[in-house]
Protein backbone atom coordinates (compact mmCIF):
# COMPACT_ATOMS: atom_id res chain seq x y z
CA UNK A 1 0.00 0.00 0.00
CA UNK A 2 0.80 3.59 -0.78
CA UNK A 3 0.27 6.42 1.21
CA UNK A 4 -0.05 10.27 0.16
CA UNK A 5 0.42 13.49 1.83
CA UNK A 6 -0.23 16.70 0.35
CA UNK A 7 0.16 20.74 1.17
CA UNK A 8 -1.31 23.73 -0.25
CA UNK A 9 0.07 27.23 -0.44
CA UNK A 10 -2.27 29.80 -1.58
CA UNK A 11 -1.29 31.42 -5.31
CA UNK A 12 -0.96 30.49 -8.80
CA UNK A 13 2.83 30.69 -9.89
CA UNK A 14 2.91 32.27 -13.13
CA UNK A 15 3.24 29.72 -16.76
CA UNK A 16 6.36 31.78 -17.33
CA UNK A 17 8.00 31.02 -14.63
CA UNK A 18 7.54 27.36 -13.75
CA UNK A 19 10.36 26.18 -15.84
CA UNK A 20 12.87 28.33 -13.95
CA UNK A 21 11.12 26.61 -10.68
CA UNK A 22 11.51 22.83 -11.90
CA UNK A 23 14.94 24.04 -12.99
CA UNK A 24 15.88 25.72 -9.27
CA UNK A 25 14.39 22.61 -8.28
CA UNK A 26 16.65 20.60 -9.98
CA UNK A 27 19.87 22.18 -8.92
CA UNK A 28 18.54 21.15 -5.61
CA UNK A 29 18.69 17.60 -6.37
CA UNK A 30 15.08 17.23 -7.37
CA UNK A 31 14.79 15.52 -11.53
CA UNK A 32 11.40 16.71 -12.56
CA UNK A 33 10.27 13.54 -14.41
CA UNK A 34 7.84 14.98 -17.05
CA UNK A 35 10.18 17.82 -18.14
CA UNK A 36 12.92 15.42 -18.28
CA UNK A 37 10.65 13.21 -21.01
CA UNK A 38 9.86 16.27 -22.95
CA UNK A 39 13.67 17.78 -23.49
CA UNK A 40 14.77 14.07 -24.39
CA UNK A 41 12.02 14.37 -27.06
CA UNK A 42 12.88 18.05 -28.05
CA UNK A 43 16.64 16.50 -28.39
CA UNK A 44 15.65 13.62 -30.55
CA UNK A 45 13.75 15.68 -32.63
CA UNK A 46 16.74 18.39 -33.44
CA UNK A 47 19.13 15.36 -33.77
CA UNK A 48 20.62 16.69 -30.44
CA UNK A 49 20.53 18.05 -27.24
CA UNK A 50 21.94 21.48 -27.90
CA UNK A 51 18.72 23.01 -28.39
CA UNK A 52 16.32 21.47 -26.55
CA UNK A 53 15.97 24.24 -24.19
CA UNK A 54 15.75 26.49 -26.72
CA UNK A 55 13.06 24.18 -28.35
CA UNK A 56 10.93 23.67 -24.74
CA UNK A 57 10.82 27.92 -24.63
CA UNK A 58 9.25 28.18 -28.11
CA UNK A 59 6.75 25.43 -26.82
CA UNK A 60 5.98 27.33 -23.84
CA UNK A 61 5.42 30.86 -25.69
CA UNK A 62 2.95 29.07 -28.51
CA UNK A 63 0.95 27.36 -25.20
CA UNK A 64 1.28 29.35 -22.53
CA UNK A 65 -1.98 31.85 -24.15
CA UNK A 66 -4.79 33.47 -21.80
CA UNK A 67 -7.39 30.50 -21.99
CA UNK A 68 -4.97 28.23 -23.43
CA UNK A 69 -3.80 24.95 -20.95
CA UNK A 70 -0.60 25.92 -19.39
CA UNK A 71 2.64 24.39 -21.00
CA UNK A 72 4.04 23.43 -17.51
CA UNK A 73 0.92 22.04 -15.31
CA UNK A 74 3.61 21.11 -12.82
CA UNK A 75 6.04 17.38 -12.65
CA UNK A 76 6.82 14.44 -10.45
CA UNK A 77 10.28 13.77 -8.79
CA UNK A 78 11.17 9.78 -8.35
CA UNK A 79 13.65 8.50 -5.66
CA UNK A 80 14.67 5.57 -4.37
CA UNK A 81 11.43 5.07 -1.88
CA UNK A 82 9.11 7.80 -2.49
CA UNK A 83 7.52 10.12 -5.24
CA UNK A 84 7.48 14.17 -4.67
CA UNK A 85 5.28 16.26 -7.28
CA UNK A 86 4.30 19.45 -7.77
CA UNK A 87 1.34 20.67 -9.38
CA UNK A 88 0.45 24.63 -10.32
CA UNK A 89 -2.72 26.32 -10.30
CA UNK A 90 -4.42 22.89 -9.73
CA UNK A 91 -8.34 22.82 -10.99
CA UNK A 92 -11.73 22.84 -9.30
CA UNK A 93 -11.22 23.94 -5.62
CA UNK A 94 -7.41 23.76 -5.96
CA UNK A 95 -7.38 26.80 -8.65
CA UNK A 96 -5.32 29.92 -7.37
CA UNK A 97 -3.32 26.84 -5.47
CA UNK A 98 -0.17 25.23 -5.70
CA UNK A 99 -0.12 21.90 -4.90
CA UNK A 100 3.11 19.81 -3.40
CA UNK A 101 3.01 16.38 -2.35
CA UNK A 102 4.67 12.96 -1.25
CA UNK A 103 4.11 9.30 -2.05
CA UNK A 104 5.58 6.92 0.26
CA UNK A 105 5.48 3.22 1.17
CA UNK A 106 4.92 1.82 4.81
CA UNK A 107 8.55 1.24 5.61
CA UNK A 108 9.07 5.64 5.33
CA UNK A 109 10.22 6.81 8.92
CA UNK A 110 9.28 10.23 8.23
CA UNK A 111 7.19 11.28 5.59
CA UNK A 112 6.35 14.76 7.44
CA UNK A 113 9.45 15.53 7.57
CA UNK A 114 10.35 14.94 3.91
CA UNK A 115 7.45 16.68 2.45
CA UNK A 116 7.98 19.88 4.53
CA UNK A 117 11.73 20.07 3.21
CA UNK A 118 10.10 19.21 -0.36
CA UNK A 119 7.67 22.48 0.39
CA UNK A 120 10.52 24.46 1.82
CA UNK A 121 12.74 23.90 -1.23
CA UNK A 122 9.48 24.68 -3.34
CA UNK A 123 8.91 27.94 -1.45
CA UNK A 124 12.28 29.12 -2.02
CA UNK A 125 12.75 28.06 -5.89
CA UNK A 126 9.93 30.59 -6.40
CA UNK A 127 10.68 33.52 -4.64
CA UNK A 128 14.75 32.41 -6.41
CA UNK A 129 12.72 32.41 -9.73
CA UNK A 130 11.64 35.91 -9.04
CA UNK A 131 8.17 34.55 -9.92
CA UNK A 132 5.10 36.47 -8.97
CA UNK A 133 2.30 34.83 -7.50
CA UNK A 134 -1.34 35.26 -8.17
CA UNK A 135 -3.64 34.32 -5.19
CA UNK A 136 -7.07 35.31 -7.43
CA UNK A 137 -6.26 31.81 -9.82
CA UNK A 138 -5.05 34.06 -12.88
CA UNK A 139 -1.40 34.24 -13.66
CA UNK A 140 0.05 38.31 -13.63
CA UNK A 141 3.48 39.91 -14.05
CA UNK A 142 5.09 42.49 -12.56
CA UNK A 143 2.32 43.04 -10.05
CA UNK A 144 3.96 44.05 -6.66
CA UNK A 145 1.32 42.22 -4.24
CA UNK A 146 1.85 39.48 -6.50
CA UNK A 147 5.81 39.79 -5.73
CA UNK A 148 4.72 40.09 -2.35
CA UNK A 149 3.01 37.10 -2.26
CA UNK A 150 5.78 34.94 -3.52
CA UNK A 151 7.49 36.26 -0.19
CA UNK A 152 5.24 34.86 2.18
CA UNK A 153 4.97 31.57 0.11
CA UNK A 154 3.55 29.25 2.80
CA UNK A 155 1.97 25.45 3.08
CA UNK A 156 -0.95 24.66 4.61
CA UNK A 157 -2.41 20.77 5.03
CA UNK A 158 -3.92 19.38 1.61
CA UNK A 159 -6.67 17.85 3.88
CA UNK A 160 -5.43 14.63 4.34
CA UNK A 161 -5.63 14.70 8.32
CA UNK A 162 -8.39 12.73 10.21
CA UNK A 163 -11.62 14.10 9.44
CA UNK A 164 -13.87 15.30 12.77
CA UNK A 165 -15.62 12.36 12.98
CA UNK A 166 -12.19 10.40 13.73
CA UNK A 167 -11.44 12.68 16.29
CA UNK A 168 -14.74 12.54 17.78
CA UNK A 169 -14.21 8.58 18.29
CA UNK A 170 -10.53 9.12 19.62
CA UNK A 171 -11.87 11.48 21.88
CA UNK A 172 -14.66 8.89 23.02
CA UNK A 173 -11.71 6.57 23.54
CA UNK A 174 -10.51 7.62 27.15
CA UNK A 175 -14.08 7.56 28.15
CA UNK A 176 -15.21 4.23 26.49
CA UNK A 177 -11.88 2.13 26.84
CA UNK A 178 -11.64 1.70 30.68
CA UNK A 179 -8.37 0.63 31.83
CA UNK A 180 -5.70 1.74 29.60
CA UNK A 181 -4.15 -2.03 29.83
CA UNK A 182 -6.97 -3.40 27.59
CA UNK A 183 -7.10 -0.68 24.99
CA UNK A 184 -2.96 0.45 24.52
CA UNK A 185 -1.68 2.34 21.97
CA UNK A 186 0.20 0.35 19.55
CA UNK A 187 3.62 1.65 20.85
CA UNK A 188 3.04 0.33 24.07
CA UNK A 189 2.85 -3.30 23.15
CA UNK A 190 5.20 -5.66 24.77
CA UNK A 191 6.96 -8.24 23.41
CA UNK A 192 5.21 -10.33 26.04
CA UNK A 193 1.78 -9.30 24.65
CA UNK A 194 2.21 -9.62 21.27
CA UNK A 195 3.58 -13.08 21.62
CA UNK A 196 0.29 -13.50 23.62
CA UNK A 197 -1.69 -12.21 20.98
CA UNK A 198 0.00 -14.95 18.15
CA UNK A 199 -0.84 -17.41 20.34
CA UNK A 200 -4.17 -16.42 21.48
CA UNK A 201 -4.94 -16.81 17.17
CA UNK A 202 -5.41 -20.55 17.95
CA UNK A 203 -8.45 -21.38 18.38
CA UNK A 204 -7.69 -24.72 20.64
CA UNK A 205 -5.39 -22.43 23.13
CA UNK A 206 -8.09 -20.26 23.41
CA UNK A 207 -10.85 -22.97 23.82
CA UNK A 208 -8.65 -24.19 26.99
CA UNK A 209 -7.80 -21.17 28.30
CA UNK A 210 -11.40 -20.56 29.13
CA UNK A 211 -11.63 -23.79 30.35
CA UNK A 212 -9.05 -23.51 32.75
CA UNK A 213 -10.74 -19.63 33.63
CA UNK A 214 -14.11 -21.50 34.10
CA UNK A 215 -12.39 -24.49 36.34
CA UNK A 216 -10.07 -21.75 38.42
CA UNK A 217 -13.58 -19.57 39.42
CA UNK A 218 -15.04 -22.86 40.56
CA UNK A 219 -12.43 -24.43 42.46
CA UNK A 220 -11.58 -27.26 40.23
CA UNK A 221 -8.44 -26.67 38.76
CA UNK A 222 -6.96 -29.74 40.58
CA UNK A 223 -9.26 -32.35 38.62
CA UNK A 224 -7.93 -30.98 35.33
CA UNK A 225 -4.82 -32.38 35.53
CA UNK A 226 -5.68 -35.17 38.20
CA UNK A 227 -4.87 -38.49 36.83
CA UNK A 228 -7.59 -39.60 35.27
CA UNK A 229 -9.73 -36.49 34.00
CA UNK A 230 -12.49 -37.05 31.62
CA UNK A 231 -10.26 -34.85 29.58
CA UNK A 232 -6.62 -35.00 29.72
CA UNK A 233 -4.97 -31.27 29.06
CA UNK A 234 -2.64 -31.44 25.90
CA UNK A 235 1.13 -31.67 26.81
CA UNK A 236 2.24 -29.33 24.04
CA UNK A 237 -0.97 -27.25 23.79
CA UNK A 238 0.08 -26.22 27.41
CA UNK A 239 4.02 -25.43 26.85
CA UNK A 240 2.92 -23.39 23.86
CA UNK A 241 0.87 -21.21 26.20
CA UNK A 242 3.37 -21.72 29.20
CA UNK A 243 5.46 -20.09 26.63
CA UNK A 244 3.58 -17.34 25.74
CA UNK A 245 3.00 -16.60 29.16
CA UNK A 246 -0.58 -17.41 29.17
CA UNK A 247 -0.91 -20.21 31.44
CA UNK A 248 1.79 -20.98 34.82
CA UNK A 249 2.14 -24.38 36.32
CA UNK A 250 1.77 -24.41 40.34
CA UNK A 251 2.04 -27.09 43.25
CA UNK A 252 -1.06 -26.75 45.51
CA UNK A 253 0.18 -28.66 49.23
CA UNK A 254 -3.06 -29.51 51.04
CA UNK A 255 -3.12 -31.26 54.13
CA UNK A 256 -3.98 -35.36 53.95
CA UNK A 257 -5.58 -35.09 57.22
CA UNK A 258 -8.84 -32.72 56.30
CA UNK A 259 -7.74 -31.52 52.62
CA UNK A 260 -7.53 -27.91 53.60
CA UNK A 261 -5.44 -25.81 51.02
CA UNK A 262 -2.02 -24.63 52.79
CA UNK A 263 -0.27 -22.75 49.93
CA UNK A 264 0.78 -22.79 46.56
CA UNK A 265 4.80 -23.12 44.91
CA UNK A 266 5.75 -21.76 42.04
CA UNK A 267 8.08 -25.29 41.40
CA UNK A 268 9.36 -28.27 42.59
CA UNK A 269 12.30 -26.49 43.62
CA UNK A 270 10.37 -24.03 45.98
CA UNK A 271 9.17 -27.04 47.52
CA UNK A 272 12.10 -28.89 47.82
CA UNK A 273 13.53 -25.72 49.68
CA UNK A 274 10.66 -25.67 52.19
CA UNK A 275 11.07 -29.64 52.78
CA UNK A 276 14.29 -29.17 53.34
CA UNK A 277 14.01 -26.56 56.01
CA UNK A 278 11.59 -29.35 58.04
CA UNK A 279 8.55 -27.04 58.01
CA UNK A 280 5.42 -28.58 59.26
CA UNK A 281 2.05 -28.46 58.63
CA UNK A 282 0.12 -25.59 60.53
CA UNK A 283 -3.08 -27.74 60.56
CA UNK A 284 -1.25 -31.46 61.27
CA UNK A 285 1.77 -31.24 62.52
CA UNK A 286 2.81 -33.39 59.65
CA UNK A 287 5.90 -32.63 57.32
CA UNK A 288 5.19 -30.64 54.60
CA UNK A 289 7.13 -33.20 52.63
CA UNK A 290 4.42 -35.72 53.52
CA UNK A 291 1.63 -34.05 52.84
CA UNK A 292 -0.42 -34.15 49.78
CA UNK A 293 1.43 -31.65 46.42
CA UNK A 294 -1.02 -31.43 43.27
CA UNK A 295 0.26 -29.38 39.63
CA UNK A 296 -2.43 -26.82 39.08
CA UNK A 297 -2.10 -25.06 35.76
CA UNK A 298 -3.63 -21.53 35.66
CA UNK A 299 -4.17 -18.82 33.28
CA UNK A 300 -1.78 -16.01 33.89
CA UNK A 301 -3.27 -12.24 34.69
CA UNK A 302 -2.11 -11.65 31.13
CA UNK A 303 -4.15 -14.15 30.01
CA UNK A 304 -7.55 -13.01 31.72
CA UNK A 305 -6.99 -9.25 30.33
CA UNK A 306 -6.14 -10.57 26.94
CA UNK A 307 -9.44 -12.61 26.80
CA UNK A 308 -11.65 -10.90 28.39
CA UNK A 309 -14.29 -8.81 25.69
CA UNK A 310 -12.06 -9.68 22.98
CA UNK A 311 -9.10 -7.59 23.79
CA UNK A 312 -6.41 -9.79 22.08
CA UNK A 313 -8.48 -9.57 18.99
CA UNK A 314 -8.36 -5.79 18.92
CA UNK A 315 -4.49 -6.09 19.55
CA UNK A 316 -4.13 -8.37 16.64
CA UNK A 317 -5.81 -5.80 14.34
CA UNK A 318 -4.21 -2.85 15.25
CA UNK A 319 -0.92 -5.53 14.86
CA UNK A 320 -2.40 -5.86 11.28
CA UNK A 321 -2.85 -2.26 10.79
CA UNK A 322 1.24 -1.78 11.65
CA UNK A 323 2.30 -4.11 9.51
CA UNK A 324 0.34 -2.45 6.78
CA UNK A 325 1.83 1.03 7.74
CA UNK A 326 -0.98 2.79 9.14
CA UNK A 327 0.69 5.59 11.54
CA UNK A 328 -0.35 5.32 15.25
CA UNK A 329 -1.95 9.11 15.08
CA UNK A 330 -4.41 7.39 12.61
CA UNK A 331 -6.30 4.83 14.87
CA UNK A 332 -8.37 4.76 17.66
CA UNK A 333 -9.86 1.77 19.83
CA UNK A 334 -12.93 1.25 21.82
CA UNK A 335 -12.91 -2.10 24.65
CA UNK A 336 -15.92 -4.00 24.22
CA UNK A 337 -18.75 -3.47 26.59
CA UNK A 338 -21.83 -4.95 28.01
CA UNK A 339 -23.71 -3.38 24.83
CA UNK A 340 -21.01 -3.15 22.25
CA UNK A 341 -18.44 -5.29 20.49
CA UNK A 342 -14.77 -3.94 20.37
CA UNK A 343 -14.36 -1.30 18.11
CA UNK A 344 -11.47 0.20 16.02
CA UNK A 345 -11.20 3.13 13.78
CA UNK A 346 -8.62 3.80 11.56
CA UNK A 347 -7.71 6.89 8.99
CA UNK A 348 -6.34 5.41 5.88
CA UNK A 349 -5.45 7.51 2.38
CA UNK A 350 -8.07 9.86 3.44
CA UNK A 351 -10.77 7.62 3.59
CA UNK A 352 -12.10 5.88 7.76
CA UNK A 353 -12.76 2.31 8.40
CA UNK A 354 -14.66 1.49 11.40
CA UNK A 355 -13.88 -2.37 13.03
CA UNK A 356 -15.87 -4.46 14.37
CA UNK A 357 -14.97 -6.97 15.97
CA UNK A 358 -16.21 -10.35 17.53
CA UNK A 359 -14.57 -12.87 19.73
CA UNK A 360 -17.25 -15.85 18.85
CA UNK A 361 -20.07 -15.62 16.09
CA UNK A 362 -21.74 -12.63 14.72
CA UNK A 363 -25.19 -12.69 15.19
CA UNK A 364 -28.13 -10.69 13.72
CA UNK A 365 -28.51 -8.64 17.19
CA UNK A 366 -24.81 -7.81 16.39
CA UNK A 367 -25.28 -6.28 13.37
CA UNK A 368 -27.80 -4.31 14.36
CA UNK A 369 -25.15 -2.44 16.98
CA UNK A 370 -22.47 -3.14 14.34
CA UNK A 371 -24.97 -0.36 12.33
CA UNK A 372 -25.30 2.08 15.29
CA UNK A 373 -21.74 2.11 15.47
CA UNK A 374 -21.59 2.92 11.75
CA UNK A 375 -24.05 5.95 11.93
CA UNK A 376 -22.38 7.72 14.41
CA UNK A 377 -18.90 7.02 13.18
CA UNK A 378 -19.56 8.34 9.43
CA UNK A 379 -17.21 6.09 8.34
CA UNK A 380 -17.15 4.77 4.58
CA UNK A 381 -15.78 1.44 4.96
CA UNK A 382 -17.42 -1.07 7.90
CA UNK A 383 -14.94 -3.98 8.31
CA UNK A 384 -16.43 -7.03 10.56
CA UNK A 385 -14.08 -9.45 11.70
CA UNK A 386 -15.29 -12.41 13.51
CA UNK A 387 -13.19 -15.46 14.70
CA UNK A 388 -16.49 -17.24 14.89
CA UNK A 389 -19.23 -17.39 12.18
CA UNK A 390 -21.21 -14.29 10.40
CA UNK A 391 -24.99 -15.28 10.70
CA UNK A 392 -26.58 -15.37 7.17
CA UNK A 393 -29.15 -12.77 8.98
CA UNK A 394 -26.50 -10.67 9.63
CA UNK A 395 -24.88 -10.68 6.47
CA UNK A 396 -28.07 -9.94 5.02
CA UNK A 397 -28.59 -6.94 7.29
CA UNK A 398 -25.39 -5.41 6.35
CA UNK A 399 -25.52 -5.84 3.37
CA UNK A 400 -28.87 -3.92 2.95
CA UNK A 401 -27.38 -0.97 4.50
CA UNK A 402 -24.95 -1.10 1.82
CA UNK A 403 -27.44 -0.99 -0.71
CA UNK A 404 -29.06 1.71 0.87
CA UNK A 405 -26.16 3.97 0.79
CA UNK A 406 -25.52 3.06 -2.97
CA UNK A 407 -28.75 3.80 -3.25
CA UNK A 408 -28.45 7.28 -1.61
CA UNK A 409 -25.84 8.02 -3.75
CA UNK A 410 -23.01 7.55 -1.20
CA UNK A 411 -19.67 5.62 -1.50
CA UNK A 412 -19.51 2.65 1.21
CA UNK A 413 -18.22 -0.38 1.02
CA UNK A 414 -19.07 -3.65 4.08
CA UNK A 415 -16.09 -6.16 4.54
CA UNK A 416 -17.15 -9.14 6.51
CA UNK A 417 -14.26 -11.24 7.88
CA UNK A 418 -14.56 -15.38 9.34
CA UNK A 419 -11.55 -16.14 10.98
CA UNK A 420 -8.33 -13.38 12.16
CA UNK A 421 -6.34 -15.22 9.69
CA UNK A 422 -7.68 -13.78 6.87
CA UNK A 423 -7.89 -10.38 8.27
CA UNK A 424 -4.71 -9.18 6.69
CA UNK A 425 -5.68 -10.55 3.41
CA UNK A 426 -8.74 -9.17 3.30
CA UNK A 427 -7.71 -5.39 4.91
CA UNK A 428 -4.56 -5.32 2.98
CA UNK A 429 -7.14 -5.26 -0.90
CA UNK A 430 -8.75 -2.76 0.45
CA UNK A 431 -6.32 -0.90 1.77
CA UNK A 432 -4.80 -0.99 -1.69
CA UNK A 433 -8.44 -0.09 -3.23
CA UNK A 434 -7.99 3.43 -1.59
CA UNK A 435 -4.66 3.85 -2.04
CA UNK A 436 -4.75 3.65 -5.91
CA UNK A 437 -8.52 5.98 -4.90
CA UNK A 438 -5.74 8.67 -3.10
CA UNK A 439 -3.33 8.45 -6.04
CA UNK A 440 -5.55 8.84 -9.10
CA UNK A 441 -6.94 11.99 -6.77
CA UNK A 442 -3.92 13.41 -5.96
CA UNK A 443 -2.16 12.96 -9.36
CA UNK A 444 -4.60 13.09 -12.08
CA UNK A 445 -3.75 16.88 -13.13
CA UNK A 446 -0.44 15.45 -14.26
CA UNK A 447 -2.14 12.66 -16.76
CA UNK A 448 -1.97 14.96 -19.81
CA UNK A 449 1.22 15.96 -19.34
CA UNK A 450 3.18 12.15 -18.65
CA UNK A 451 1.11 11.07 -21.28
CA UNK A 452 -0.26 7.83 -19.22
CA UNK A 453 -2.08 7.75 -15.90
CA UNK A 454 0.22 9.08 -13.44
CA UNK A 455 -0.88 7.38 -10.00
CA UNK A 456 -0.96 4.42 -12.07
CA UNK A 457 2.35 5.20 -13.44
CA UNK A 458 3.87 5.50 -9.75
CA UNK A 459 2.10 2.67 -8.27
CA UNK A 460 4.14 0.52 -10.80
CA UNK A 461 7.08 2.11 -10.63
CA UNK A 462 7.13 1.57 -6.69
CA UNK A 463 5.84 -2.13 -6.89
CA UNK A 464 8.82 -2.81 -9.66
CA UNK A 465 11.57 -1.13 -7.57
CA UNK A 466 9.97 -3.16 -4.62
CA UNK A 467 10.82 -6.23 -5.95
CA UNK A 468 13.99 -5.61 -7.38
CA UNK A 469 15.33 -4.93 -3.54
CA UNK A 470 13.31 -8.04 -2.62
CA UNK A 471 15.38 -9.86 -5.20
CA UNK A 472 18.85 -8.24 -4.37
CA UNK A 473 17.98 -8.85 -1.09
CA UNK A 474 17.72 -12.51 -1.84
CA UNK A 475 20.76 -12.61 -3.88
CA UNK A 476 22.58 -11.16 -1.16
CA UNK A 477 21.28 -13.63 1.65
CA UNK A 478 22.17 -16.61 -0.53
CA UNK A 479 25.49 -15.08 -1.26
CA UNK A 480 26.19 -14.78 2.66
CA UNK A 481 24.95 -18.25 3.33
CA UNK A 482 27.58 -19.72 0.46
CA UNK A 483 30.03 -18.08 1.43
CA UNK A 484 29.51 -19.23 5.25
CA UNK A 485 29.01 -22.71 3.95
CA UNK A 486 32.97 -22.45 2.09
CA UNK A 487 34.67 -21.38 5.00
CA UNK A 488 37.02 -24.41 7.02
CA UNK A 489 35.61 -24.98 10.62
CA UNK A 490 38.20 -23.91 12.90
Known sequence: MLFVETRTAAGSVEPGARTRVLELLQERGYAPLIRGMRLDTFAEALGGEGRAAEFERAMAEQTDDPGEPPFVRGDIFLADDQALFLVFDGEGDERGFTRAGLVYGPEEDDPERRLSEFCRDVAEAVRAAGASVNTSGAASEGDSSSDASAASFEWRDGGSRAPSSFARFAAA?????????????????????????EMLEDAEGRRLLRRLSEAQAAGRVSELTAAG???????????????????????????????????????????????????????????????????????????????????????????????????????????????????????????????????????????????????????????????????????????????????????????????????????????????????????????????????RFVAARFRLARRKTAALQDLAASAAGALAGSLPEI
Open 173 to 197: QGEDAGSPSRVSPRGAETAERLRAV
Open 229 to 455: ASEPLPDQLVMRLAGAGLVRRELLISCRKDGRHLFRLPSADALAAITASNAVCSECGAAVADERAEELITPTPLASSMLEDGAWLLSRVRAALSQSGVPERDVAARAATPETDAQLMAHVCGETFLFVLRDGDFAPAHARRALDAEAEAESAHLVVVATGKIHEDARARLREHERRRARAGEEFETILVEGVERAAEELGAAFERVSRKALASALYELDDALGMDAG
